[in-house]
């Protein structure tokens, strides 16, 4: 069983940048994404990054402001997120799993998930 253990998020003002941290206990899977969730909003992926090769994916909501990325020796991954707007307020979960790319912004495809680290950005 995969345990998932997020860090890094906080308070920020508009325009201000946070790194989230997620680490794994061990690699039992392809992919880890970041997901997000606002009230009274779906859930949603925002980014993920595949152990072997390191590709990246990004929903465009975030495109060109968060950055994903990996420390494989320490099962570890890091959503650098920059230009934070107060639409970024949610909670924020990473996930891991056996996924295809194709379904990279599934949920249900992802196995094991984080308890979750809320960012918070005022105007």
């Known amino acids: 069983q995969v345990q998932l253990v997020e860090s890094g998020g906080g308070s920020v003002q508009a325009g201000g940048s946070l790194r989230l941290a997620c680490a794994a206990s061990?690699?039992?899977?392809?992919?880890m994404g970041w997901f997000r969730q606002a009230p009274g909003k779906e859930r949603e992926g925002i980014a993920s990054?595949?152990?072997?090769?390191?590709?990246?994916y990004y929903a465009d909501s975030v495109k060109g402001r968060f950055t994903i990325s990996q420390d494989n020796a320490k099962k570890t991954v890091y959503l650098e997120m920059n230009s934070l707007e107060p639409e970024d307020t949610a909670m924020y979960y990473c996930a891991a799993g056996l996924v295809p790319y194709y379904l990279w912004r599934t949920e249900s495809e992802y196995n094991y998930w984080g308890q979750g680290t809320q960012v918070t950005v005022s105007s």
């Open positions: 990054i595949y152990v072997a090769g390191g590709r990246q």
């Open positions: 061990e690699y039992a899977y392809s992919v």
